[in-house]
């Protein structure tokens, strides 16, 4: 595998409905911080000019994580402004099960959806990168994002002792770190270039938050931790080769606070310069909820049953992605579930520490007038 494969030619999370259905703690991220949008939406005092108004979610998935709160963000906007045609514009990588998004949204799923409920409604898709353009210039008024942008454009380099940055140190974990800021200052240019003036974006970001703490590393077993031993047991026992553990990474950046904001706090930054300012940054932990709901139950093989898949749910691709091509198609997915068997059966023999608390920087930025 190349050291500079690109994201968008092997990530995508599991389609099929999987993704929603494990990932409740994605929803309750987004569903809790809904006040943040529609307080923006307050500030941005929609005219009611009868032309058209468009919403995104950029890196949607399968879009059920979001419903909820889209559903109540669109009903206040048509409140607000009757007169105005909605666009609705689901985005995501080429990859991304896009059927699945539809059969969502237009109530082909049990998943509980807006679309009979506002009027002069128009949901669209689009795989374009976030990385790029998305819409016409000056066109989008509120672009939403969660839980995506800490997806890279590239990997810029291997990392050699560990599969995610977090566990990255020294030249290793600084062009990850690099990465993680030319991508974000270039998604911020380009939602720029797509906003309307007076446009909002939320962008609810994975992150480092100011305790240093991220993704599943709140509980005490860290989780990226746990993947990378587990992966080097493969390793270890001849499972895989020592080429596929090195090239086992994901193409992720988290960044710090200080590292989200600096784009708006630099004057001379080109995003500052294109416009876009910071209205509200935050930092939240959303509580794992399977391991809450294990506080209550108390049955590890329970537990360790219902948490694992939310952990595949987006981080198969990247284990698929570090095992060779050559090696026939069912016999990856044999090393695939293996290596989730492996994970199970730890958290069901020691399942204290274990948890995929989520730890997001929640940032609202306006587009001003030229
Ligand atoms: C962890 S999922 C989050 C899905 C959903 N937004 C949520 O909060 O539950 C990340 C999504 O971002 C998408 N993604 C990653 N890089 C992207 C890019 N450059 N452009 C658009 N989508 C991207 C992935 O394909 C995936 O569907």
């Not at 999987?18 to 929609?46: F, N, Q, V, W």
């Not at 963000?73 to 995501?92: A, F, H, N, W």
């Not at 896009?98 to 237009?106: A, L, R, W, Y």
């Not at 990226?224 to 090239?247: H, K, M």
Request: proline share 4%.
């Amino acid at each position: 595998m190349s050291k500079t494969a690109a994201t968008a030619g092997f990530m995508s999370m599991k389609g099929g409905g999987y993704y929603s259905k494990a990932t409740i703690g994605a929803k309750h991220t987004i569903d809790r911080a809904t006040h943040l949008i529609l307080e923006a939406i307050e500030r941005m005092d929609p005219a009611d000019d009868g032309t058209p108004f468009t919403m995104s979610d950029m890196g949607c998935a399968d879009g059920g994580t979001s419903v909820s709160m889209v559903g109540t963000v669109l009903k206040e906007v048509r409140r607000r402004v009757p007169s105005r045609p909605l666009q609705m514009v689901y985005t995501d990588l080429p990859r991304n099960d896009f059927s699945q998004v539809f059969q969502n949204i237009h109530g082909q799923t049990d998943i509980e959806t807006y679309i009979d409920e506002i009027d002069d409604l128009y949901v669209f898709a689009s795989a374009t990168s976030f990385h790029k353009p998305i819409f016409p210039a000056g066109t989008l008024n509120l672009g939403f994002s969660a839980t995506a942008s800490h997806y890279i454009s590239e990997k810029p380099g291997v990392i050699s002792d560990h599969v995610h940055m977090v566990g990255a140190s020294g030249a290793e974990r600084e062009a990850y770190v690099e990465q993680g800021r030319l991508d974000w200052e270039r998604m911020l240019l380009n939602r720029a270039r797509d906003l309307a003036p007076g446009g909002r974006l939320a962008l609810f970001n994975f992150g480092i938050d100011e305790e240093g703490r991220y993704l599943g590393s709140t509980g005490g077993a860290d989780m990226f931790d746990t993947f990378s031993r587990l992966c080097a047991d493969l390793r270890d026992q001849g499972v895989i080769t020592a080429e596929e553990f090195v090239n086992t990474n994901f193409p992720q950046s988290y960044r710090t606070v200080e590292q989200f904001t600096a784009p708006f706090r630099d004057t001379a930054n080109p995003v500052y310069q294109a416009g876009l300012r910071m209205e509200h940054v935050e930092t939240r932990v959303v509580a794992c909820p399977f391991a809450v709901d294990f506080k209550e139950h108390g049955d590890a093989a329970r537990f360790a049953h219902e948490y694992i898949p939310t952990l595949r749910s987006w981080s198969e691709a990247t284990f698929a992605s570090g095992l060779s091509t050559a090696r026939p198609v069912e016999e990856r997915q044999a090393i695939i579930d293996r290596f989730y068997d492996s994970y199970e059966a730890l958290v069901r023999g020691a399942p204290d520490g274990h948890a995929m608390d989520y730890v997001h920087c929640y940032l609202i930025i306006e587009k001003v007038a030229a």
